[in-house]
């Protein structure tokens, strides 16, 4: 029987009475399992940060999560943050330092929501801080007091590069997504090329266009992962790449 690929998860940073904890949403943990095929290894985000090489010369794949933290904007230009802004500077610290070194590896990477940002933040770009105050764009979040059923449901149509690696595991040019994002790409990162685009032309995702899986996209394929073919394909493609990557790496 093959050893499942290990596949390594950043945590967030929170704080939980008076003490800090490390936590990975749990949705993220069961989709590397059930849509993956994966062993999640949940990575603590400390400041300073764990060297990456401890983490990276033993991992299969990367998983960069979604959370409900912002990266910080000095990170990416000079603006400043807005008042009541959720920061978490441990994970900023972990994942920008993970990325580029997972990247030189050929590790396969699968970002999500936080984590298409922060992919496209390591490769030299930038983002929109409040996407719904754009000219042009559309209101992205999704309704907190709606049920989690909701919040998760199709919120609108993505369009897919019809030669693009999204588009051969849906089947079709056009899918619908969930939509629960205040941030957004401004400016893609050097390296990166888009593989799917909102109706209003907000990035939905991108691949990066080295040899290795490198896939990141900004809805949230993780949700009820084994109901969705889509975002089962998406997992499953994923879990692919982890297991060629665990392969080479043991010859």
């Known amino acids: 029987m093959a050893v499942p690929p290990l596949v390594g ?25 059930d849509g993956a095929g994966g062993v999640p290894v949940l990575l603590p ?10 983490w990276l010369d033993r991992l299969d794949g990367l998983l960069l999560t979604g959370a409900t933290s ?4 000095h990170r990416y230009s000079n603006e400043s943050s807005w008042p009541g802004n959720l920061h978490d500077p441990a994970r900023d610290d972990a994942t920008l330092q993970l990325i580029p070194a997972a990247v030189a590896r050929g590790l396969p990477i699968l970002a999500i ?27 992205h979040r999704e309704d907190v007091e709606a049920a989690l059923d909701v919040q998760y449901g199709p919120a ?8 693009g690696c999204l588009a051969r595991i849906a089947g079709s040019k ?7 994002h205040g941030q957004g790409v401004a400016r893609l990162g050097e390296g990166l090329s888009v593989e799917a685009t909102a109706p209003d032309g907000l990035v939905e995702a991108f691949r990066g266009t080295g040899p290795s899986f490198l896939l ?24 692919k790449a982890c297991r060629r990557y665990a392969a080479q790496r043991k010859h």
């Open 174 to 180: 056009q899918v619908a997504v969930n939509s629960l």
């Open 156 to 163: 609108h149509p993505i369009q897919l590069r019809a030669d």
């Open 9 to 33: 998860l950043p945590t967030d940073r929170k704080s939980i009475g008076l003490h800090p904890f490390l936590a990975v949403g749990e949705k993220y943990v069961r989709a590397v399992v």
């Open 45 to 54: 985000a400390l400041q300073p940060p764990v060297p990456a090489e401890a």
């Open 113 to 139: 929501c936080r984590g298409l940002q922060e992919v496209n933040v390591a490769f030299g770009g930038s983002l929109h801080q409040k996407v719904h105050e754009r000219d042009g764009f559309a209101d």
């Open 70 to 73: 912002n990266i910080e904007p």
């Open 216 to 239: 990141a996209v900004q809805w949230h394929p993780e949700w009820r992962v084994t109901e969705n073919p889509f975002y089962f394909g998406i997992f499953q493609a994923f879990g």
